[in-house]
């Protein structure tokens, strides 16, 4: 395991002028490659680029778009922007934390979800909604969280036939939802 | 493609690509931007192009996705050329009739046509349409027309004629000089006059010089830079081309938010075909100027919307702004002379240069000349990018363009410029939108995100709600601004939960006062602009939550009760099923009722109750504090 982490991460550095303005693009894919930033990979980062590991640090916390926490199997980003918070998105939030029984945005112990709040994706005509991995959910209601969920949720070998009948009805609904 | 060596032969390619467009096939164009693919349109471009193949009409019909056309509320969105016919809603399961209608008779499908809520209407093209009647489209108006990730469409619709212009001999005072006369100001928020950037920029005799494009759109609440890059990135890229001329630059920059991929991906595609084609690279159209522009994205940090956090951002910094002066112009990037400016401003200098300044000066008002681009949202008919002269009034806005207030209820406030704007009452509906009226009023124009708000909308609530965003955003660089954000969210929390004083309300106003004078950046410099305006116009809901423990727009949780009516209530267990503690009881045709101590007030049997038997009463009687 760990030497996969470094191998990757070396291909992205070998990507990158060893310099410090490629600090924040090296962290960038790092981001997009393990969906978080490793420890060992700062400190190599750090070495590789010649940027001291307290710096690297302060980037990396700095910007929204990285976490130092491992993410799970699905990300739920809730959109708090001005046009969702208007149209009932914190409520959404709260369903959507209840249902996964999180007190707050994080991960769940299953590492099937993590929920994030962002602000902003720039979708307001269709507020609020909701992007899990590429897939925006659109004029959400709390109603229709479960549901929404549901698409996600990991999946028991035996109940797999059913599920699968059931998320073609889901996902006909939250389609359907969002035109009506 | 072939390198391009002079204007002729990109005149020539100009008319290759004319001729080689058949304006008398149909052509169906299907907006693909992120809200239309949202709501799906990359299904309804698959079950169209499906179709056509099974149909053999593949090469008698053209089906094109274009960029945003702005009216998100009603998408999926569809135009059928060249009659224009617009299409609204349209799901994969229309493609069938939709390709019947085009290949036979073209009798269009009347049930996907618009229909006009206020006069019933139906309505066959898309300028026919209430809201974008008043509108007048010099930026986003090709959106719609064109194939963002083509080339060709942009030359087809003029495209690169104004650096055709520019490099056969405008000598780059004439260019600023036509800038400067344009009237254009900055269209990121502070609206600095373009022209008087450019001009210093080009008094500096360093040796290298930078400009960057400013497409960090942070704001909560406003898209339109996105849609411009999605939709038309070619034009950014030609105004900038223009700038590096006019200022002497040879590498640009384009800073993009990180969460917008498909802006990203269209500008790479974008960047790519330029430098093919030779627009972009060393001697320009055989011109002498070298240009090339470099992409960048942002890591998500709101600070780096502000021009020197961003120019740390690029060299690899924390997005930490510095004091100016130095100003960018004088020592930005990597310590050379740069220009920043806005995505909408790059894109107004080719509409500028081929139009003429004079024309650019004969729209708007007196000191806020061309159109702005503002995202209408929140509570309203019309959610959508709205591209107007500047001078129109809120009234003509909102209810013109926008179609009015959902559900009949009535508007409070629009929320203009972000975080950093502020809030406008209803009772100044008829302030013309400009620079100077918007700042008169405490608010700004920012970058255009204008957000809607009615009566169900707490003012209170909304100024916590920027705080809260601005405490997370500030980069902690200064002091003001810093712990400013979070004592005033505090103080806003403790009024929104009903805990707050009268002696609260002169305190935010000296704290708002004291980041305003104090902070180094212009976020902490705007950042009380929400709790000024609101406390400024809407004193009296401040009151209500303070001395009568009421919030009169029923939001406040702390302050609310829910109860169910039971004249009205039918008894159908909606609302038993949704709630989340199992707060409600009630068996089935029986008056439901809710358990108070249970509930958490979240609202979804709201939501869900058809007979609107869900009550919802704030006030001293109900919550002791």
Redesign the interface.
């Known amino acids: 395991m760990a030497s996969m982490d470094t191998e990757q991460a070396e291909k992205i550095l070998g990507q990158f002028e060893a310099a410090r303005a490629s600090l924040i693009p090296i962290l960038q894919e790092i981001q997009a490659t393990y969906y978080y930033l490793p420890q060992t990979v700062l400190r190599r980062v750090s070495q590789k680029l010649d940027v001291p590991l307290g710096e690297v640090y302060h980037a990396a916390t700095f910007y929204n778009c990285f976490s130092l926490e491992p993410v799970g199997s699905h990300l739920v980003q809730v959109c708090l922007g001005t046009a969702c918070h208007v149209r009932g998105g914190p409520r959404v939030l709260d369903r959507i934390l209840r249902d996964l029984k999180l007190p707050e945005p994080g991960t769940t112990r299953d590492f099937s979800f993590t929920v994030r709040t962002v602000r902003c994706i720039g979708c307001c005509g269709l507020a609020p909604v909701v992007r899990v991995d590429n897939r925006i959910h659109h004029h959400l209601t709390q109603a229709k969280v479960g549901g929404m969920l549901k698409l996600y949720r990991p999946k028991l070998a035996a109940d797999q036939e059913q599920i699968t009948a059931n998320e073609t009805e889901d996902a006909q609904a939250t389609l359907s939802a969002g035109t009506e | 493609m072939p390198k391009l060596h002079s204007v002729q032969e990109l005149n020539e390619l100009r008319t290759a690509c004319l001729a080689a467009a058949d304006s008398s096939r149909p052509c169906l164009t299907v907006c693909a931007g992120?809200?239309c693919?949202?709501?799906?349109a990359n299904e309804v471009l698959e079950a169209l192009r499906r179709g056509l193949e099974k149909r053999g009409l593949e090469d008698k019909v053209t089906v094109k996705s274009t960029g945003c056309h702005g009216f998100?509320?009603k998408?999926p969105l569809m135009i059928v050329w060249p009659e224009g016919v617009f299409y609204n809603?349209v799901?994969p399961a229309d493609a069938a009739v939709l390709i019947a209608s085009v290949s036979n008779g073209r009798r269009p499908v009347e049930r996907l046509l618009y229909k006009d809520p206020v006069s019933g209407k139906t309505v066959l093209r898309e300028d026919e349409v209430p809201f974008y009647a008043r509108q007048q489209r010099v930026l986003f108006g090709n959106n719609g027309r064109i194939d963002p990730k083509q080339i060709e469409d942009y030359l087809r619709v003029g495209g690169y004629a104004a650096l055709a212009k520019v490099v056969s001999g405008l000598t780059p005072e004439e260019v600023i000089g036509s800038v400067q006369r344009s009237g254009l100001r900055g269209r990121g928020g502070a609206g600095f006059p373009t022209g008087t950037k450019w001009e210093a920029m080009h008094r500096q005799t360093a040796n290298q010089k930078y400009i960057i494009c400013n497409a960090d759109?942070?704001?909560?609440?406003?898209?339109m830079d996105?849609?411009l890059l999605e939709g038309n990135p070619h034009s950014v890229l030609e105004g900038m081309i223009i700038g590096a001329h006019a200022l002497g630059a040879s590498e640009g920059y384009i800073y993009v938010r990180?969460?917008?991929p498909l802006a990203v991906q269209h500008l790479r595609v974008a960047l790519h075909q330029a430098e093919e084609y030779g627009l972009l690279g060393d001697n320009i159209l055989d011109s002498g100027l070298s240009f090339r522009i470099k992409l960048?994205?942002?890591?998500?940090?709101?600070v780096c919307g502000e021009e020197t956090a961003l120019i740390a951002?690029?060299?690899?910094?924390?997005?930490e702004p510095h004091p100016r002066p130095p100003y960018p112009v004088q020592k930005g990037l990597w310590g050379k002379p740069t220009v920043i400016n806005n995505v909408k401003t790059w894109a107004s200098v080719p509409q500028i240069i081929n139009r003429g300044a004079e024309w650019y000066a004969s729209i708007g008002t007196e000191r806020s000349k061309g159109t702005m681009v503002f995202?209408l949202?929140?509570?309203i008919n019309n959610?959508?990018l709205v591209e107007v002269p500047m001078g129109v009034t809120l009234r003509q806005m909102i209810y013109e363009i926008g179609g009015g207030i959902p559900k009949g209820k009535q508007l409070k406030a629009v929320?203009i410029g972000?975080p950093s704007g502020g809030c406008i009452p209803a009772s100044l509906l008829d302030l013309p939108i400009d620079y100077e009226e918007l700042t008169k009023a405490g608010s700004m124009m920012g970058s255009g995100?204008m957000?809607v708000?009615d009566e169900d909308?707490c003012m209170v609530d909304?100024a916590r709600?920027?705080m809260e965003?601005l405490e997370?955003?500030s980069?902690g660089k200064c002091f003001p601004c810093r712990e400013g954000t979070q004592r005033l969210r505090a103080i806003l929390t403790r009024i929104c939960q009903g805990k707050g004083t009268e002696e609260d309300l002169p305190l935010l106003e000296e704290m708002s006062w004291m980041m305003k004078e104090t902070s180094l950046c212009g976020l902490g410099q705007t950042a009380a602009n929400p709790v000024q305006t609101t406390l400024r116009y809407f004193r009296d809901e401040y009151l209500a939550h303070i001395r009568e423990k009421r919030c009169p727009a029923k939001v406040c949780r702390e302050l609310i009760v829910y109860s169910i009516e039971p004249t009205a209530c039918d008894g159908c267990q909606a609302c038993v099923r949704?709630c989340?503690t199992e707060a409600i009881l009630g068996e089935k045709k029986k008056v439901h009722r809710i358990e108070t101590a249970k509930c958490?007030k979240?609202?979804?049997c709201l939501?869900?109750c058809q007979p609107k038997a869900v009550l919802v009463s704030s006030g001293a009687s109900l919550c002791p504090s």
């Open positions: 992120s809200g693919t949202a709501a799906g998100c509320e998408g809603r799901a759109e942070g704001d909560p609440g406003a898209f996105r849609s990180a969460e917008y960048v994205q942002g890591a998500g940090a709101f951002s690029i060299e690899g910094r924390v997005g995202s949202v929140g509570k959610t959508g929320q972000g995100g957000v708000m909308t909304i709600y920027f965003f997370d955003e980069c949704v989340a958490i979240c609202g979804a939501e869900v």
